[in-house]
């Protein structure tokens, strides 16, 4: 488990001197997958959109990327997935550097759902999640039983066994991101990275989506970071939230640590109430719009 701050961020903190106060145990085997002295940015852009002096995905929980739009949360996941190359630092997976990394061994250990998903209309369920596979297997190989046994945990465990004949075209937007997870699932990884997964979603999918993931932690131990935008849906189904704002970190751990009023005013901009009493995690009651020019 990670070690909780005790104390809040302070105003006028940067993001190394945050981190420096947070015990974020990143030498130790618990942390699985490890960003230090990142520094990431795009052939388009000039200065780096994401600069952090470490952040940490901890073994077998759920980590949450919040923030507000154009804060770097998808820009961090794709540097940490090895989609995206750091101009400065490294992401270490299990103490090894996901660049040196051949595409086939990082794919075995490491899974990414991203926004851009595309498929044939005429693939159904159960063939993309055989897609999960290729990590496994050699060209030229056929399918074998553990490739058998994999899909159909994966299918079970997104909950799509039900439409698993089904066209991917012919599903809908809840449905096919089931599916997809499903095809995640089935490189069976240890770590899994997931980019707005719930994202355009009606409320009945966004929770099934989310409890899935939650399954994965608990009952497969699997380490997932994963970028929401729904702060309220993130502080009742994560372990640890990071939040950002302007590309840097603002402020990294558990949920009742990390979702303050003070947080909500200064990076989403929204007057609102906390209550950290509630059962499920930091209950979040919006009043209104925080003007920009204040």
């Not at 780096?48 to 995905?57: G, L, Q, T």
């Amino acid at each position: 488990m990670t070690t909780q701050r005790s104390t809040p961020r302070k105003d006028g903190q940067n993001a190394e001197e945050l981190v420096s106060e947070t015990d974020y145990e990143g030498d130790s085997p618990a942390s699985r997958l490890v960003g230090e002295d990142l520094a990431i940015g795009y052939p388009t852009t000039d200065e780096p959109i994401v600069e952090c002096e470490k952040v940490v995905i901890p073994e077998g929980e759920i980590t949450a990327l919040v923030g507000p739009n154009g804060s770097g949360k998808s820009t961090l996941l794709k540097a940490m997935s090895n989609q995206l190359t750091p101009e400065r630092g490294n992401v270490l997976l299990d103490g090894t550097d996901v660049q040196s990394l051949k595409p086939k061994a990082l794919a075995r250990q490491l899974g990414l759902l991203s926004q851009e998903n595309q498929s044939p209309a005429s693939l159904t369920v159960e063939d993309l999640a055989y897609h999960g596979r290729y990590p496994h297997r050699g060209f030229f190989e056929s399918v074998t039983e553990d490739d058998k046994a994999a899909v159909e945990r994966a299918l079970a465990l997104a909950g799509v066994n039900d439409i698993r004949d089904e066209g991917v075209g012919n599903l809908s937007g809840g449905q096919k991101q089931l599916a997809w997870i499903a095809m995640v699932l089935a490189q069976e990884t240890d770590v899994l990275l997931l980019d707005e997964p719930t994202t355009y979603l009606d409320l009945h999918h966004q929770l099934r989506v989310m409890e899935v993931i939650e399954t994965l932690t608990t009952e497969r131990d699997i380490t997932i970071a994963v970028v929401l935008h729904d702060i309220g849906q993130a502080a009742r189904f994560a372990d640890n939230l990071i939040a950002m704002k302007d590309g840097e970190l603002y402020d990294w751990g558990p949920p009742k640590t990390v979702v303050t009023e003070e947080l909500l005013a200064d990076v989403f901009r929204v007057d609102a109430t906390v209550d950290n009493e509630s059962p499920t995690g930091p209950h979040i009651s919006p009043h209104r719009a925080i003007s920009d020019d204040r």
